[in-house]
């Protein structure tokens, strides 16, 4: 039995080598799950973005590889309105949308494509709002689009022109986020005539790096290289998402070489990984933050001093080290240190249970009994958030706040946490969108989110007016200084106990070159190449 | 057998009816709302949340959904959906070919094994040989699949690397899918290595999913050997001085595999059940890793309409598994 095995194993392997041998340069990626759809707009998984908007399309402006930096995509130049409202774009000319096995294109680029992409999605009464049943464009509806942006007209067909309802500084960052991604006008005519709409959502027509080729439901997506791409062409011919949902089992495809990289791995693994001589490990802070949330509205934990008291009384390294195995840092401020505006000056509450007790005693507090909320499903900023509500937990105890751990299911966990009148502090996070700290500083804690996703439902003049003034100037440098202040009051307030930033950990072969890490989390792979 | 066959078909109707009430209301009974699931951390407002569920159908009664969604299935409907928009039954038959030729490959290795081992053990029944093989049957019947085919595929494809990791078939090969039985089209394509490529991908996770078919069968026809050897016309066979072979393989195999046949078709309930396992931990697209996505998601329409299916499969085959019954002992078709 053993000797059959090894000789078909050895045909097997001959057969691979003569088959590579003749093969293009091919890139294979063990992505973590199928794609929804392959229509941007239409989701809000970075798993499906991986696999649609980044391969496939551009957008109007992008983020700069590794950095959240916003620059020129298919928009060659902007000018922006004295007052922030009015966007004028010049697009890209010479752009060529690519020609697939469903669709050859007439024409190259222009502002109708643009028009339809994002028109589309802020308008309901626009003839592709609806072409797919049940579709909703979620992304931008959380992003605000529909209010926020009044008109996008087509001035000439190199040039559009968006106005908004209010000036928005982090408009030009949202226009690079996946789900505004371009698609192409013609070929979704095309469709409209055929009368298969819903083909747009399927075989996928962009202008982005990788032209696709086809997907295998839950198996294999093929991508070639797009000839005709206006930007640095990819340097690999095929690239391959062989989608593999188990981490233990993607980390041996890596091994056996059947991967040249991999997303998430288990933490477990992550030594192995290192020690590994045929494979190399990149990693940076991830753009998220897990945070403790107090709901500031109810009696002690409407006290500032009484929030600090207890900040001290939390050992995140403790909590980095149980539920992170290290792979994450602990967190001082409420953005994470990736993001632009970062304040390097703030201060953490240094861990001190005597100071932590004597400051809960100076503020009148006896006897405390207190609920943390922990949720109930692991996500990349908290991996395990009861064994962190343990800990605390634990440290509480100590200075004589006895706490009670409660959890909901998920969808319900969310739901309840918003509640005004919730009675505990609950533990949750965030992963950044567009690496703007509008996104985290008035997306989470803004007063007009009490009641929403501002889970401490902490409504403060002094920092929502910093944030505010932050959100309608362009200026970046005066925006720097605004969201520094603010992170200045979020340390004396403490609405939260910041917890940690986790670590994206991507390991990958050791002849990959050219990957840059995206602290957007985003996988891309215009850039790389395999060593031969 | 008519008359046989349409009272076995009487019977099916409200075993489906009552599948697909099952089915309905116990993924409803889960806590936790697709909806609001949709847009994660992130804070859908009420009049948003309220958007979508009626645009999905969502708000209306209980029972009239129900009926609705029945009227539905019954004009071969089963709706889209809510996470990908595809309608249900075109992804179900993408991916059930998968499933099926998984699970027929574990099928034949559960019969080919499990038959002959559960036969030597009856007859040599207190042996060593005996009771290390029930012992097998026991430790495999109680392998958990998922540990069992992570240990495989560190020692077969991590440490001796005879064994490709995952997937379906090498990345190198690539042709339409005509019939999407990975064998039939790799044969098909007339690829040099894609048909052995194929097997060599089927071949770890059909032994995990075999794994516990094959401990039961093998159990199963080892005491239904047993019951029929000491029947009186075993020992009128064999005092006549018929060959053990044929007094084996004739006269007593035949009658002992009734009750196998009768397991042999539970099995493959328990088998789609082990499926949506092993094509987890495989990355195998089959239907059971497309559940289990759809648990996670709460994509209600996929968990309902992929469970009528599957319910529906599974009542086919054991009504085949009677019916084969009926040829084989003529007594049971009256």
Redesign the interface.
Known sequence: MKRT??L??A??LS??F???AA?AK?F?YCSE??P??FDPG?Y?AGTTFDASAHPIYNRLLEFKPGTTQPEAGLAESWDISEDGTVYTFKLRKGVKFQTTEFFTPSRELNADDVVFSIGRQIDPNNAWAKY?????W?YA??MGFPKLIKSVEKVDDLTVKMTLNRPEAPFLANLAMPFASILSKEYADSLEKAGTK?QL??NPVGTGPFTFV?Y?????I?YKKNADYWGTAPKIDDL?F?????A??RY??L??G?CHLMPFPNAADVESMKSDSNLKVMEQEGLNIAYLAYNTTQAPFDKPEVRIALNKAINKKAIVDAVFQGMATPATNPIPPTMWSYNQETKDDTYDLDAAKKMLADAGVKDLSMKIWAMPVS?PYMLNARRAAEIMQDDFAKIGVKVEIVS?????Y??RS?DKNRDGAAI????GDNGDPDNFLDTLLGCD?VG??NRAQWCNKEFDDLVKKAKVTSDQEERTKLYEQAQVVFKKEAPWATIDHSLAIVPMAKGVTGFTQSPLGDFTFEAVDIAE | MFGFLLRRLAVLIPTFLGVSIIAFSFIRLLPGDPVALLSGERVMSPERHAQISAQLGMDRPMVIQYFDYLGGVLTGDFGSSIVSKKPIIDQFFALFPATVELSLCAMFIAIVLGIPAGVIAAMKRGSIFDQGLMGIALVGYSMPIFWWGLLLIILFSGILQWFPVSGRISLMFYFPQVTGFMLIDSLISGQKGAFASAVSHLALPSIVLATIPLAVIARQTRSAMLEVLSEDYVRTARAKGLSPFRVVGVHALRNAMIPVITTIGLQIGVMLAGAILTETIFSWPGIGKWMVDSVFRRDYPVIQGGLLLIAGIIMTVNLIVDLLYGLINPRIRH
């Open positions: 095995l090894t078909a194993a045909a097997l057969a691979t003569f088959a590579g093969s091919t294979v799950g199928s929804e759809g239409l809000t797919i049943s049940g579709g909703t979620e509806e959380g819903e959502n399927q086809a295998q439901q839950d198996a294999i093929r391959v062989a989608i593999t949902s188990d233990s089992v041996q495809k091994k056996a059947e996500r909901y299911e998920w969808a319900e969310l739901q918003k949750l996070g965030w992963t989110a929403g996703n």
